[in-house]
């Protein structure tokens, strides 16, 4: 399995014309996988190599908007370049609680409907991830709001014993989010490949003594 990552904006709260804001893309075989996704993540999507068709995933790091303002724009640009497949599997997007609420409106307000699925997966955060006054409580946003046909998704809870989020694992790899303190609750993202067991000739060996 090969991997590699492409920077597509290393700009904070400030991006300029020749640094765009918060993201990244991890390619791994067919699929892209995107961190974070700030404004203009779409446009640079663009300039580079990559097919944004073939992003699979999305991972948020937090709800600053230089991280995440980005993603309804970037959603309605793969609408645009998709044909309506009932069998495609949804687009995955992970990030910290308020994010299913946050697209979900967006989407409604701007009367946009994707011609894909996608479902997301919210990260409940702990207290203790960010200041005590910048800490908001999001487990009850749209509650009693959100249409039955919004996006599917998984709230996804601390494991005590591993202190981390598990997210995704397959046969190759395992990624996990994990806490980070910030000014807001924040997550970093680790993907462990997993071992890959050599091949040896037994019989060659017992030849060769």
């Not at 590699?4 to 300029?16: E, K, M, N, Q």
């Not at 993603?71 to 990030?95: A, F, N, R």
């Not at 694992?169 to 609750?185: G, K, N, S």
């Amino acid at each position: 399995m090969s991997m590699d990552v492409t920077f597509l904006g290393t700009g904070s709260a400030y991006p300029s014309a020749a640094r765009g804001a918060a993201a990244l893309v991890l390619r791994r075989g067919g699929e892209c996988w995107l961190f974070d996704c700030g404004e203009g993540t779409q446009t640079q999507l663009m300039k580079s190599h990559l097919r944004a068709g073939r992003i699979t995933k999305i991972f948020i790091t937090h709800l600053h908007g230089d991280h995440f303002f980005g993603l309804p724009g970037l959603l309605c640009t793969l609408s645009l370049q998709s044909t309506p497949d009932p069998k495609k599997p949804p687009v995955d997007i992970y990030g910290p609680l308020g994010l299913r609420s946050f697209i979900w409106r967006s989407l409604e307000l701007s009367h946009s409907q994707l011609l894909f699925p996608y479902a997301v997966h919210e990260l409940v955060p702990t207290r203790d991830q960010c200041p005590a006054e910048e800490f908001k409580d999001f487990s009850r946003l749209d509650r009693d709001e959100v249409a039955p046909q919004g996006p599917r998704g998984r709230v996804l809870h601390l494991d005590p014993a591993e202190d981390s989020y598990l997210l995704v694992e397959d046969e190759q790899v395992v990624l996990r989010a994990f806490r980070l303190f910030h000014r807001v609750p924040s997550f970093g993202f680790v993907l462990e490949e997993k071992p890959r067991p050599g091949k040896l000739n037994v019989q060659k060996l017992k030849d060769l003594g």
